[in-house]
């Protein structure tokens, strides 16, 4: 019988529930802790993920392996519920990561490019650009989970990608430049000004009725 494969990223992955299964699982900013952003708890999930899973072994799959401490967490919460997982596999991996699971699954990690010992951070483009579906970090607020894109006001460059402190208002403004552009040209696409309920998520720090392009241009100005 085939390894059926659990992803945690169905932008590269498709889930397709016969092989391919989701997982929604992701880290608060600021912790370790993990959550998901679809309804009941990450533990809830888990379970359902058991119940529809015939194999009791999985693949577990990423886009990135970078300390592995997502996924190590994540292997025990699917060990909970007799879900062993045997192999990782990623697009791109740390020495580090490579290591470890090559030592301590059964079949391993595989993966694309390996990255070299002393690679600072890995960063995907998608986080910092405003209102990108799957991009930023999650922000857990008093409205519920919300997103953080990697650049001020709304996220800490530094810590999330490792952009020198010194560096950090540069950097962020040419992120809200680069978004206003591209936010300016939906616009103009769609023939009509895009607001924040229309994002794919909420992100921290704004409102529904909010225009896109004037949230952008605001935080620009606060900076």
């Known amino acids: ?11 590269y992955i498709k889930p397709d529930e016969e092989n391919i299964f989701f997982l929604d699982c992701t880290r608060i ?9 679809t309804k009941g708890s990450l533990e809830e999930q888990v ?14 799959a990423d886009d990135v392996v970078f300390s592995g401490s997502v996924l190590k967490k994540i292997i025990s919460l699917l060990k909970g519920q007799g ?3 045997v192999q990782v596999v990623s697009c791109i991996c740390t020495k580090e990561g490579y290591d470890y699971f090559n030592k301590n699954l059964k079949y391993g990690l595989k993966t694309n ?3 070299e010992e002393d690679v600072i951070d890995q960063i995907c483009e998608r986080d910092f650009y405003f209102g990108i579906a799957g991009s930023g970090i999650v922000v857990k607020t008093k409205e ?5 894109p990697y650049f001020e006001p709304f996220g800490n460059p530094n810590e999330r990608a490792s952009i020198p402190e010194k560096d950090s208002k540069s950097f962020s403004e040419g992120c809200i430049k680069r978004s206003i552009m591209l936010w300016e040209e ?3 696409l769609k023939g009509e000004k895009t607001k924040m309920s229309e994002l794919p998520e909420k992100i921290v720090g704004t409102k529904e009725n909010d225009e896109v392009v004037k949230v952008l241009k605001l935080k620009g100005r606060s900076l």
């Open 1 to 11: 019988m085939d390894i059926p494969i659990v992803t945690l990223d169905k932008i």
């Open 29 to 37: 900013n600021g912790s370790d802790e993990l959550t998901t952003r």
């Open 47 to 60: 379970k359902d993920l058991r119940n529809r899973i015939k194999s009791r072994q999985v693949i577990l």
């Open 83 to 85: 879900i062993e997982v």
């Open 113 to 115: 490019i390996l990255l």
């Open 144 to 148: 519920g989970f919300m997103k953080a």
């Open 186 to 188: 939906i616009d103009k």
